[in-house]
């Protein structure tokens, strides 16, 4: 099907029964929409609060725990209702509820940060409803942007929005700018000439894009597709389609919960058979037993606070990056950003400013550079001094339809933005346009054509009259009689060689280069020669050299980045030799030769070709969103985590595809915001630095939690799995059987004397230069690098002394309560002093245990209530504890010291690293 840029202006027109007097009447415009539906693209539907809610009984290890609520509250039904046995009864049932409320908990945390994040992902947005003007009914009138039709006859100027696709029937002077789809700074010259080839979106000269922006000129054009159905609706699709990714933290704590339920699994059969070996029969009685039994075994088994502080640990770290002006969308993003070893940033608005800057220019056989970047016309001009009055600045100023205003304490261009750059120059060296016009006149001005590729004006100054000129090089040269050269006009080919070795000298800099020449006329060439015969004869004055410039803090960011271990990929829509100058400049590569892969290089490529290359690239020019989405892909085939960098809604689908999407907040458009797992509150590519650190040292407080949580865990199963299976006989005042610990007892130790200290590690800072680390495996276990035999030694050494505590108890001639309190008070002081151990990936001597205070207060908090539980008398009924005499409790407080000191002595001593 041809499509309408390969279509005669007439037969567009035609295609939609529109002409330009009238355009469409009212009832064909009704018609349109009925059929076309209004211009506006679909918005993603959000969750309502009570699905974002529930999202987190999806977890595995919740439903585990629910699956420990449900038989705990039968066991207390069959308790009560059959056996009436209160007491059981009454610990199973506090068991039950005690387990929900921590569920309810967790689900309440994932709930409010998902909620925080999407209320200020919704403050972001702009709420303004824009108008276009289109002709109706033979009348030009402004609507809604939404109640364009296709067939609509749409006229546009300077500053406006290009709100549907359009095919141009009458252009003057228009430029747009296509960077939100093309990646490309620069503004596109428009016109109405049919194309008859296939071309990108980038090369449809005869074609606007919804979203694009005109920065010079007017034109008209016939609407040829609206919301879904326009190029920017084509991205928003393919977003749709991207599925959701799994970060590599779900991805670990799945796996870990596969294995903690199959050991929990293991347990239960272990016991029910042990207990129906004991019990010599096979009945209710005894089934009802051995459950209870087993249900205490299966809740120590599992970390039960594992859920509630992975999201308190998460929302720490997601409030932290907020604070450094990181918006973060999902909790498990957070972690994402820890393990990334790939960030792949978008060229224009996220490396550089998209700000169009003069930064070199030649003048009068001079060469001088410019400081300053952006719009800001402050900066200084090196070299000789410059003649007050250069005819290159006075002809780049005066050949200049462009502005910059201070508007709130900001500089806002208006205009082409490379004369916004010339005017910016000339301020930069004291010429200004408005003093220039006072004693000069701009009497004719020769606009800019694809034909002629230059454009003038002709200033009148007295009596004389001068026609200033702007346009590449080349073309300046073909009409051009000489170069200006230290104020003599050198007409020889030896000047003009000059001239073109600055040219490339620029283009190798990355620079796009654009001459200014000059002419004297008489008036009656002023008033009456055309164009062709006035653009001739020229004398060039000088080349400005030109670039999009890098932000200022970008360099040591990919510096301290790569330093991480991790790759900085550029892709952008922009030219090869600019892409590989910038990415030079900013540290991205090594070598002014590194290889660049473009836009049609890839389309040549195969998946497998592009994957063999991918590793080796950090530069992709001139690329389609689709390329963007395809690199991404093949760096996840080679077990990385990318994270994605983008403004533009051309980058939205491959951010929706990496592992961990960032956009801009400030000059990201929604689409994008929409798409991105971060939001960078302050546009800077610094928040993407402090980000990543952020997320590994949050990704070590987890380690350190699960390593210290886990130890907790193996301790609780085997003193009650030693006590089952060697406390067969009375001894003193204990019964045979009597279990080595209550649930309850289980439970308080996850729930509060274990959960708290593990919140509190929330909040240690990095262990050591955590930035200097390389990425982590995505594949690697959390438990990876000994961490496993670390908790089985560490967890055997302390759950023996529990055991050993309540077998000491029994034959010290304590009851039965009193020595599962001594246990009990064996297993919180022992996790108490591990949690110190369990900050380091060496030693307990290698870090200031005052160094988290929050970390000290919540130990002393969880030590002194442990002990008030087993004074308070409620506490006695609930929990099965007992009070005991005060001798007992400094030697409950110091001895669980030693298998925590003793490892970790020995460790830093000998260096050991599976302890």
Not at 1 to 21: C, G, R
Request: hydrophobic fraction near 45%.
């Amino acid at each position: 099907m041809t499509k309408f840029y390969q279509q005669s202006t007439a037969a567009v027109l035609e295609n939609f029964s529109v002409d330009l007097t009238n355009g469409l009447s009212t009832k064909q415009a009704r018609q349109s929409r009925e059929k076309h539906g209004p211009n506006q693209l679909a918005e993603k539907k959000t969750d309502p609060y009570w699905k974002i809610f529930l999202k987190s009984f999806k977890e595995p290890i919740v439903i585990v725990l629910l699956g420990a609520v449900l038989l705990s509250f039968l066991s207390s039904w069959y308790a009560f209702q059959i056996q009436a046995n209160i007491q059981h009864g009454k610990e199973s049932l506090y068991e039950a509820i005690a387990i929900l409320i921590l569920i309810i908990i967790n689900a309440f945390l994932g709930f409010w940060q998902e909620i925080n994040a999407q209320k200020s992902l919704d403050a972001l947005k702009e709420m303004n409803n824009r108008f276009a003007t289109v002709l109706r009914n033979g009348e030009w009138q402004k609507i809604p942007t939404a109640d364009l039709a296709i067939g609509d006859i749409l006229k546009v100027a300077m500053g406006d929005f290009i709100e549907a696709d359009v095919r141009w029937l009458d252009t003057n002077e228009l430029q747009v700018i296509e960077s939100h789809l093309t990646g490309e700074a620069d503004a596109i010259l428009k016109n109405t000439t049919t194309i008859d080839k296939t071309v990108e979106i980038g090369d449809r000269f005869n074609m606007g894009f919804s979203g694009s922006t005109v920065s010079n000129g007017q034109g008209i054009g016939v609407v040829t597709a609206i919301g879904e159905k326009t190029e920017l609706g084509n991205i928003a699709r393919m977003i749709q389609e991207t599925d959701t990714k799994v970060s590599p933290l779900q991805a670990t704590i799945n796996q870990l919960t596969n294995v903690l339920m199959k050991v929990s699994a293991g347990i239960v059969i272990f016991t029910f058979v042990v207990g129906i070996i004991r019990a010599g029969e096979f009945s209710i009685n005894s089934i009802t037993s051995i459950l209870s039994t087993s249900i205490a075994l299966a809740v120590a088994s599992i970390p039960d606070a594992l859920p509630a502080v992975l999201s308190i640990v998460l929302t720490i770290g997601a409030t932290k990056m907020a604070k450094n002006k990181g918006l973060i969308k999902s909790l498990n993003s957070v972690e994402t950003l820890g393990s990334t070893s790939y960030i792949c940033s978008d060229k224009t608005g996220t490396l550089t400013k998209n700000e169009m800057t003069v930064t070199k220019f030649y003048d009068n056989g001079q060469s001088h550079d410019v400081s300053g970047r952006g719009y800001n016309p402050q900066g200084s001009i090196s070299g000789v001094k410059i003649d007050a009055a250069s005819p290159f600045l006075t002809g780049a100023v005066l050949c200049n339809e462009a502005s910059v205003k201070e508007i709130d304490g900001k500089y806002k261009p208006f205009g082409n933005p490379t004369e916004v750059a010339l005017n910016v120059l000339g301020q930069k060296a004291g010429f200004f346009k408005d003093e220039l016009l006072k004693d000069r006149q701009i009497v004719r001005t020769l606009p800019f054509t694809s034909d002629s590729k230059m454009m003038s004006v002709i200033v009148k100054a007295d009596d004389e009259f001068v026609l200033y000129t702007k346009g590449a090089p080349d073309v300046l040269l073909r009409n051009s009689i000489g170069i200006l050269d230290n104020g003599k006009i050198d007409k020889s080919l030896a000047g003009e060689t000059k001239l073109m070795q600055v040219v490339d000298q620029y283009a190798d800099q990355a620079l796009r280069t654009l001459a200014v020449g000059y002419r004297k006329v008489t008036a009656e060439m002023a008033q009456n020669f055309d164009v062709v015969k006035l653009e001739t004869d020229l004398i060039i004055t000088g080349v400005a050299g030109i670039i999009d410039p890098p932000r200022e803090e970008v360099k040591q960011s990919v510096k301290n980045i790569n330093d991480a271990n991790i790759e900085v990929v550029m892709i952008t829509g922009d030219h090869e030799k600019t892409a590989r100058a910038i990415a030079y400049d900013l540290g991205i590569v090594k070598s002014k030769k590194a290889p660049v892969i473009n836009g049609q290089d890839i389309e040549k490529m195969t998946d497998e070709q592009l994957f063999e290359k991918v590793l080796k690239t950090n530069i992709y020019a001139r690329v389609s969103p689709e390329h963007k989405q395809r690199i991404v892909r093949q760096l996840q085939r080679q077990n990385q985590i990318v994270a994605m960098t983008g403004d533009g809604v051309n980058d939205a689908p491959a951010l929706r595809t990496a592992d961990i999407g960032i956009a801009m907040g400030i000059n990201g458009t929604e689409v994008t915001k929409d798409s991105a797992d971060l939001i960078l509150l302050d546009d800077k590519f610094t928040t993407i630095e402090k980000s990543v650190k952020s997320g590994r040292t949050i990704y070590a407080n987890i380690k350190n939690f699960m390593r210290h949580e886990l130890t907790t865990n193996v301790a609780e199963v085997l003193a009650l799995l030693l006590g089952l299976l060697l406390f067969g006989q009375t001894v003193g005042k204990v019964a045979g059987g009597t279990p080595t610990l209550t649930a309850l007892m289980v439970l308080w130790v996850n729930m509060v004397s274990d959960a708290l200290p593990s919140f509190a590690l929330g909040y240690d800072v990095a262990e050591s230069d955590i930035m200097k680390e390389s990425p982590r495996d995505p594949n690697e276990s959390v438990l990876a690098n000994h961490t496993w035999s670390r908790v089985l030694i560490r967890g055997t050494f302390m759950g023996g002394l529990v055991y050993l505590g309540f077998l000491w108890a029994a034959h010290s001639g304590f009851t039965s309560n009193e020595a599962q309190t001594i246990a009990f008070l064996t297993l919180v002081f022992g996790q108490l002093w591990h949690v110190f151990d369990a900050r380091s990936s060496k030693t307990l001597f290698r870090r200031n245990p005052f160094s988290n205070p929050r970390l000290i207060l919540a130990v002393i908090f969880a030590g002194v209530t442990s002990i008030l539980v087993t004074i308070s008398p409620f506490f006695n009924l609930v929990m099965g504890t007992a009070k005991l005499p005060l001798t007992i409790y400094p030697l409950l407080i110091i001895i669980p010291a030693l298998p925590t000191v003793l490892l970790s002595g020995l460790k830093e001593i000998l260096g050991v690293k599976i302890w």
